[in-house]
């Protein structure tokens, strides 16, 4: 089953100083924080802030591509987790013929972003989460829990590279 989530912010992992998207259940509680590259959470923080670039960047060519081409992309879906890493696809129709694409969350999400489709995660990835199942059950470190339920407004809403 997908959960459909945003994307709460961006913000700075304080223990390895990598990014990280902070993506949250529309219906509920869950979060999934992922931990991305340095471009990848500029061309999300961009789109984030409106930025305008004097060309565009490599997400703003893929929407201008699929656009050109009359492909809508239907949504994009976290679908899974493998040795802490996650998978994405992308999907998309054209002419009635609905194709998926294999991609990075953080690809995903800054298309996403750019054509305004809706953001999915897997049940399954957020149960195999670490990170999200630590923040959901009772016996998890206090302070990542509180590190995550703490984010404020200020910390997810600019995100400055």
């Known amino acids: 089953m997908?959960?459909?989530m945003k994307i709460r912010g961006l913000m700075m992992d304080p223990v390895t100083n990598m990014p990280i998207v902070v993506l949250k259940d529309v219906h509920g509680n869950a979060i999934l924080p992922i931990w991305v590259g340095v471009y990848e959470a500029n061309?999300?923080?961009?789109?984030?802030?409106?930025?305008?670039?004097?060309?565009?960047?490599t997400h703003d060519l893929m929407r201008n591509l699929l656009l050109g081409l009359n492909v809508r992309v239907q949504k994009v879906v976290v679908n899974d987790l493998k040795d802490d890493t996650f998978?994405?696809?992308?999907?998309?129709?054209?002419?009635?013929?609905v194709m998926s694409i294999d991609s990075?969350?953080?690809?995903?999400?800054?298309?996403a972003l750019r054509v305004d489709c809706p953001i999915y995660v897997e049940e399954e990835v957020l149960k195999n989460s670490r990170i999200?199942?630590?923040?959901?059950?009772?016996?998890?470190?206090e302070e990542l829990r509180k590190w995550?339920?703490?984010?404020?407004?200020?910390d997810l809403g600019r995100y400055k590279m």
């Open 2 to 4: 997908e959960i459909e």
């Open 43 to 57: 061309a999300i923080a961009l789109e984030i802030e409106k930025v305008q670039t004097p060309r565009p960047m």
């Open 87 to 97: 998978y994405a696809l992308i999907w998309m129709e054209r002419d009635g013929r």
């Open 104 to 111: 990075r969350p953080s690809d995903a999400l800054a298309l």
């Open 132 to 141: 999200a199942s630590a923040v959901t059950e009772k016996n998890t470190s």
């Open 148 to 154: 995550l339920e703490n984010l404020s407004d200020e």
